[in-house]
């Protein structure tokens, strides 16, 4: 799908501050988003099926942190969006039978093409040492394979940190053999964002799952996971035109930096430099041999930004300086870098560190538009809205009579 300035001089489609109509018209791809914080999967989905010619329906969106269910509500009205753990509707373990909640949940559901999720993984990351590998929050990865079990859903997709694959409990692959089993084509592979169009360097785990013929996950994966990263993807594409906004509010002013950071930041400033000298880093980093190079630096307009977590508004987390002024990223900027366009609005946040952690958590929209754009096609759509509607209509039927 077009991502790119095929025509350099055109602007950046994140700057984009007209909602597409996801909503209405028919048929409809019919989704479920599972630990889905603010929606950037689900925002995936929505530009894939817009450009498909159909129509969102959210059949059920779930996660626990009522500030990114307030901000996901705000930008898909329509959603079945509900504030509660996914086990509240996924009770069951992988070995039980269907329990008597999951029938319920499958039967408001109804008929999914797309089950999509992005388990938390704070466990899984690099970041994180070798002993949060056994966090018991990776097995929350295992509610995905559930829910495909109980929903039935045509096409499957796992988002998550590479670190995933070496996760103790073997998580992702006792999701594979499970999918497998229930008669789906599975797939993983770690695919790189800024080759989907993203102005971010970050690698993310995917794992892919098919019950439609002429859909190959494996072929999927493989050509998402070869796109050679294109340069046109920087940050003065991102975020060029932020440079200097006449009345900054909150979503679009940097947290207040502590005075040494600011030292630091003028310091890369005025001499042009981009790595922090260890003479001017805290004590514990002055030793030459650190391996935070990336903290404390300043990112370059020509390049893409590196992982943005949910720290980006402090230069001692990482490579956060912008490019061009004395302070780190604003959270409209980090927006941006994860991929998302001005239409998408986080307006009801009233705390910054709300904000922070939604748009470090999520997953650039990117990865679910140009998986959505190759399944899309394949999945009968059509055909799905006009059974569904026979289905309704012999319902009505039999209720007519027995009435
Ligand atoms: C990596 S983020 C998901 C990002 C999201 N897919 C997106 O694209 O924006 C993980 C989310 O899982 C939620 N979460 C963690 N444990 C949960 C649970 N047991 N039930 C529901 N939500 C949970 C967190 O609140 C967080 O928003």
């Known amino acids: ?11 950046s489609p994140l700057r984009e501050k007209t909602r597409p109509d996801f909503d209405s018209g028919e048929p409809a791809l019919r989704i479920v988003d599972l630990f889905s914080g603010c929606g950037g999967l689900t925002l995936g989905a929505a530009q894939a099926a817009n450009h498909a010619g159909l129509a969102l329906d959210i059949r059920l969106a779930v996660d626990f942190e009522q500030a990114a269910v307030d901000v996901y509500k705000e930008n898909f009205p329509k959603a079945n969006a509900v504030m509660a753990p996914v086990e509240d509707y996924f009770d069951g373990e992988l070995s039980d039978e269907i329990t008597e ?40 990865y295992l509610k995905m394979a559930r829910a495909a079990r109980v929903l039935e859903p045509s096409i499957v997709l796992i988002e998550n940190v590479p670190a995933v694959r070496l996760d103790t409990a073997g998580v992702v692959k006792t999701t594979f ?23 971010q360097k970050r690698r993310r785990h995917v794992l892919l799952a098919s019950n439609v013929d002429s859909v190959d996950p494996k072929k999927i994966l493989a050509d998402l996971a070869s796109r050679a990263d294109d340069a046109a993807f920087n940050l003065e594409w991102a975020i060029g035109d932020l440079r ?5 509010d909150g979503y679009d002013s ?3 930096a502590s005075p040494a ?6 310091y890369l400033q005025a001499s042009g430099d981009f790595d922090l000298p260890n003479s001017l880093r805290p004590k514990c980093h002055q030793d030459g041999n650190h391996s935070y190079k990336s903290m404390y630096g300043r990112l370059k307009w020509t390049d893409p930004a590196q992982t943005i977590t949910s720290g980006f508004g402090s230069i001692g987390q990482g490579r956060y300086m912008h490019p061009g002024a004395v302070r780190a990223l604003t959270a409209h900027e980090a927006a941006r870098i994860q991929g998302f366009p001005d239409y998408f609005t986080f307006g009801s946040v009233t705390k910054r560190a709300d904000l922070a952690t939604m748009i470090g958590n999520a997953v650039p929209p990117a990865l679910m538009r140009e998986v959505g754009a190759a399944v899309i096609p394949s999945l009968g759509v059509q055909q799905d809205e006009v059974s569904l509607k026979i289905e ?7 209720l007519a009579l027995v009435g």
């Open 392 to 398: 309704e209509s012999t319902a009505q039927t039999e």
């Open 244 to 248: 200097s906004l006449a009345n900054p």
């Open 101 to 140: 909640t999951e029938v319920k949940t499958r039967e408001s559901a109804g008929k999914t093409h797309l089950l999509f999720g992005g388990p938390p993984c704070q466990g899984h990351s690099d970041l994180n040492n070798r002993t949060r590998r056994d966090d018991p929050k990776n097995k929350l």
């Open 261 to 266: 950071n600011v030292k630091r930041m003028e």
């Open 177 to 199: 053999d499970y999918l497998e089993q229930l008669g789906y084509e599975v797939a993983t592979a770690t695919v790189g964002i800024h080759a989907l169009g993203v102005a």
């Open 1 to 11: 799908m077009p991502a790119s300035p095929e025509n350099p001089a055109a602007p």
């Open 254 to 256: 940097p947290p207040k």
